[in-house]
């Protein structure tokens, strides 16, 4: 049985490049919750859509500001801390307890457990306006996204064509009008031809993008890889410093004239990544979806001793087809305690309020192009960059997004 396929000249051109329908479509909202203000105001990009007054929590039950994103959304919910009281139209944010939810009582101050509590109109044409994954960024001042050009963001393209790509369908006879061109073959493309490749994909959840510091079970984990190929015994590869991965470092610090300490010091950190011909890596890239780890990878951040600061960004009108996407970013404050920055080794912070501090900060960061052509091929409308120092290892973990937690200054706070 034949199967035709049409291509007319027009047709072929909104492949190519982009349908009106794939330009004009916006890309999922932003919710941004203001501590100081008391407000939340949904964005499609840059773009308010709709505000509300909203209350956050109490004293001694603060509201976490950070970045966030719907993990769960339910019409009818009864609290699990507070006497079942009822929770209509939650969105959960994080799974030790604070959501998004409708309220009777929605003072223009604080006033809740921890939620964020919304007046029963609003939280109804919200919560059908949302879905999983959708972020939400609660600051403690208020803040609003920026349209983000001078950064060399990521860009949306399509995996390069294999080789043997072209079809070996058996053709027959075309026939050719000056409107159209049909090609008739025996049976379905076995194979997907060479102007498939311009097709747009199918709609794949968001990725969303970490940028941030090594960590030390990162690097324990990488060394645990590198001395295994050397030869030693570490045990499981899991980033933890177990007794077998304690003998390995000791017995590779006594062959190299270190002090045998069993301890990741930096001088056997360097040794290491200087016999395997590496480079030791300052910074970490990881990748989500669906709630779930893709892949991670070693990356290089420049001047390492200025923090990084903490940053959120996000991709609309993501066309692979045209190379093109959308990119808005906003800053958070982020307070690093001495102590925390001494072992970071931060000496300085930049300027949280200046308009380019989000360009900067992804500046600062080199992917390699292997891992920066990955994320391209898989990039969609609502993936997201979150930057930052510190913050994300308390309530990141299965079944969330990178959830960063951000911390008021002791100036602030008082």
Request: glycine fraction near 6%.
């Amino acid at each position: 049985m034949l199967t035709r396929l049409t291509f007319s000249i027009a047709l072929a051109t909104s492949v190519l490049f982009g349908t009106t329908a794939l330009a004009e479509e916006t890309g999922p909202l932003q919710i941004f919750v203001s501590k100081d203000t008391q407000s939340l105001v949904v964005y499609d990009g840059d773009q308010v859509v709709i505000t509300s007054n909203i209350s956050t929590g109490k004293a001694g039950h603060t509201t976490p500001s950070g970045i966030f994103s719907i993990l769960e959304k339910r019409k009818t919910h009864f609290s699990n801390l507070y006497d079942s009281a009822p929770m209509p139209w939650m969105q959960r944010i994080t799974w030790s307890g604070v959501a998004l939810h409708e309220s009777a009582h929605v003072p223009r101050y604080p006033a809740s457990h921890g939620c964020v509590r919304m007046p029963a109109k609003f939280a109804r044409t919200l919560w059908g306006m949302t879905r999983r994954g959708f972020h939400v960024v609660i600051s403690d001042r208020e803040v609003a996204p920026h349209a983000m050009t001078a950064a060399d963001l990521f860009k949306p393209r399509y995996p390069k064509p294999s080789p043997d790509l072209m079809s070996d369908a058996e053709l027959r006879p075309t026939i050719v009008s000056t409107t159209s061109v049909e090609v008739a073959m025996n049976e379905t493309l076995p194979k997907l031809g060479a102007t498939a490749i311009a097709a747009v994909p199918k709609d794949e959840a968001p990725v969303k993008i970490l940028i941030t510091r090594a960590s030390d079970k990162d690097r324990a984990l990488t060394i645990q890889h590198m001395l295994t190929q050397l030869g030693y015994d570490v045990g499981d590869h899991d980033g933890i410093l177990g007794s077998k991965m304690r003998a390995a470092i000791k017995t590779y610090q006594e062959i190299h004239g270190q002090k045998p300490t069993g301890e990741m010091t930096a001088a056997f950190q360097r040794s290491v990544y200087k016999v395997m011909n590496r480079t030791l890596p300052t910074g970490w890239i990881y990748v989500r979806r669906n709630f779930k780890p893709l892949f991670d990878a070693p990356i290089e951040i420049s001047n390492p001793e200025i923090a990084l600061g903490t940053h959120f960004i996000q991709a609309v009108h993501v066309n692979a087809a045209q190379n093109s996407v959308d990119w808005f970013g906003v800053t958070l404050d982020n307070y690093i305690n001495d102590l925390a920055a001494k072992r970071l080794g931060i000496t300085s912070t930049p300027d949280a309020l200046a308009v380019d501090a989000a360009e900067q900060a992804f500046a600062r960061a080199s992917i390699p192009n292997d891992i920066r052509e990955r994320i391209e091929t898989i990039l969609g409308n609502g993936s997201s960059i979150t930057i930052t120092d510190i913050g994300t290892e308390h309530e990141t973990g299965l079944g969330t997004d990178f959830i960063t937690v951000t911390r008021k200054s002791p100036k602030q706070e008082g």
